[in-house]
Nanobody, 132 residues
Framework: QVQLVESGGGSVQAGGSLRLSCAVS????????MAWFRQGPGNEREWVAS???????MYADSVKGRFTISRDNAKHTLYLQMNSLSPEDTAVYYC??????????????????????????WGQGTQVTVSS
């Protein structure tokens, strides 16, 4: 079991930047595949970016070139650097973890990182609001 706690959300004007953090606690001896999702008002939860156990990254087309996902394993922290923000980025941002077992990795590989169902652990979310 791990616990995930996001921070760093807030309000920013269009064109601005924010860095989100996700602190991981609990069973940190295992390695995890991790991701950021977001959910805007009236929308389904949307995959934003993910980072695998070798630190290889993937991004949704909507954020590619503007957002950067990274991790500091020594600090047990996941980050999302968000630049050139636009009002369309307004959402609650969630970090997620999974892939700590062979079964979990199989689910990720079979269904894809963009499927919320494959992620075993979720944070409570942090609000990001971008004004025009």
């Amino acid at each position: 079991q791990v616990q995930l706690v996001e921070s760093g959300g807030g309000s920013v004007q269009a064109g601005g930047s924010l860095r989100l953090s996700c602190a991981v606690s609990g069973n940190t001896d295992r390695s995890y595949y991790m991701a950021w999702f977001r959910q805007g008002p009236g929308n389904e939860r949307e995959w934003v970016a993910s980072i695998d156990k070798t630190d290889s990254t993937m991004y949704a087309d909507s954020v590619k070139g503007r957002f950067t996902i990274s991790r500091d394993n020594a600090k047990h922290t996941l980050y999302l650097q968000m630049n050139s923000l636009s009002p369309e980025d307004t959402a609650v941002y969630y970090c997620a973890a999974g892939g700590e077992t062979a079964t979990s990795m199989t689910a990720i590989q079979a269904l894809g990182v963009a499927t919320p169902l494959v992620w075993n652990y979720w944070g409570q979310g942090t609000q990001v609001t971008v004004s025009s």
